[in-house]
Nanobody, 123 residues
Framework: QVQLVESGGGLVQAGGSLRLSCAAS????????MGWFRQAPGKQRELVAA???????NYADSVKGRFTISRDNAKNTLYLQMNSLKPEDTAVYYC?????????????????WGQGTQVTVSS
């Protein structure tokens, strides 16, 4: 069992920055790939960024160059640094962990999710 708790969301003006955190407990954090997804009202959950156990990263085209995913295995924490935020980044952001395999784009392949944190970007 893995428990995930996101934090760091909030209201920010366009062009601003936020840093999301995802604190994990339970199983060995460093053994699994992890990802950040987001879901806007009326839309499907979509990949934002993912990171492997070895630190390799992947990003959605819409956030490349603006967002950075990282992990601190010693602190059992996943991060998402979001810069140059746009109103279209407004969504609930979720972190997830994939215990078996690594199909990082597919939300249904993630085994555990946090409760989400709201990010709102005003224009």
């Amino acid at each position: 069992q893995v428990q995930l708790v996101e934090s760091g969301g909030g209201l920010v003006q366009a062009g601003g920055s936020l840093r999301l955190s995802c604190a994990a407990s339970g199983r060995t954090f460093g053994s699994y790939g992890m990802g950040w997804f987001r879901q806007a009202p009326g839309k499907q959950r979509e990949l934002v960024a993912a990171i492997t156990t070895g630190g390799s990263t992947n990003y959605a085209d819409s956030v490349k160059g603006r967002f950075t995913i990282s992990r601190d295995n010693a602190k059992n924490t996943l991060y998402l640094q979001m810069n140059s935020l746009k109103p279209e980044d407004t969504a609930v952001y979720y972190c997830g962990v994939q215990v078996t395999g690594w199909a990082y784009r597919q939300a249904e392949r993630y085994d555990y999710w946090g409760q989400g944190t709201q990010v709102t970007v005003s224009s």
